[in-house]
């Protein structure tokens, strides 16, 4: 299997299990949003830490530690991941499913923009098509809401750095996934203690389901993580940013036709217009595939600074 083909499966399968996530984050309550975040922190290092020593791959540290530029890019990836996970679980638990789905529908086209203007990634005219009906479609679910969708807006910005950032970076999957959990590790065990100490901690309170569930958060973080590192390794960000439609229109299917959230007219239109965009991409790269033998090339990732 090429390179490219292999990204794109890592891709459909990252935003899959993303856009299913709504599911399984529901589950976490009565669990504080900041709770929840810290739980999948601590079990992702926990989760990682045993595929790599499993994997017999635990000198890398070294390796990085040479590496200044590479430490602080996997901080700033930290950073984005963090404020993304935090406001995504405080949507779901809210009962802002569909808001969370208008914030990934409005990322790719985020993303796809860096990769235009930042990598000078080049799209052929059907994308350019494509990319305007996903931000007609944006632009009928803002639109719709009539207000500022800034929780959609967090999530599409922070999304959008952290991909960037990945991309830049080019790390192997597990061991940028590790350090990126591991410099978030302290603050999240030290809110956790702190709950503790308030007697407000749910883990371990409410039943062992519960318990089971915040403990496996870190595997349920952690694989699609690793999927979409894979896929950010081996894909161009333009094609990235446009498979990136597939989590949010599961999302906005679990919001309106499992939590029961409003689906006005208007919403709906957007996502029908998804729906077209992702059929032209799609339609797209059938016929560039047909038109050579060879396999694509794929970009190599920026060197560190």
């Known amino acids: 299997m090429t390179p490219l083909r292999l990204g794109y499966l890592y891709g459909l399968g990252a935003y899959l299990l993303w856009g299913f996530f709504p599911l399984y984050l529901k589950l976490l309550r009565p669990a504080g949003p900041l709770e929840i975040l810290a739980h999948r ?9 045993l595929l790599l020593a499993a994997l017999r791959n635990v000198g890398f540290l070294r390796a990085m530690l040479r590496r200044p530029w590479a430490v602080a890019g996997i901080v700033a990836a930290a ?3 963090a404020v993304n996970w935090g406001t995504y679980i405080y949507g779901v638990n809210s009962n802002r499913v569909v808001e969370t789905a208008l914030g990934y529908f409005i ?8 990769g235009v203007v930042v990598l000078r990634e ?20 803002t639109v719709d809401y009539g207000r500022l ?4 807006m967090t999530l599409a910005i922070s999304f959008s750095g952290y991909s960037l950032v990945k991309k830049r970076l080019g790390l192997p999957a597990a061991e940028g996934l590790f350090v990126e959990s591991a410099v978030l ?11 503790t100490a308030k007697d407000d901690l749910t883990f371990g309170h409410v039943s062992a389901g519960h318990t089971t569930l915040l403990v496996l958060a870190g595997a349920a ?35 309106v036709l499992i939590f029961h959230e409003p689906m006005p007219p208007a919403r709906l239109a957007g996502f029908a217009l998804v729906w ?27 060197p560190t600074p």
């Open 122 to 141: 080049r799209l052929r005219p059907a994308q350019w098509v494509a990319l305007g009906i996903g931000a007609s479609a944006v632009v009928v679910l």
């Open 276 to 302: 077209l965009a992702l059929i032209v991409f799609t339609a797209d790269a059938v016929r560039a595939s047909r038109r050579t033998r060879q396999p694509r090339a794929i970009p190599t990732p920026l």
């Open 107 to 114: 990322n790719p086209l985020v993303v796809v923009l860096i």
């Open 79 to 81: 950073a984005f991941i």
């Open 221 to 255: 973080t952690a694989i699609p993580l690793l999927l979409f590192a894979g896929a950010a390794n081996r894909l161009p960000l333009s094609s990235l940013g446009m498979i990136q439609y597939l989590a949010p229109v599961l999302q906005l299917g679990c919001g």
């Open 185 to 195: 590790a302290l603050p999240a065990l030290g809110y956790l203690i702190w709950l």
């Open 41 to 49: 922190i601590v079990w992702s290092v926990v989760f990682v830490a």
């Open 149 to 152: 969708p800034w929780l959609a």
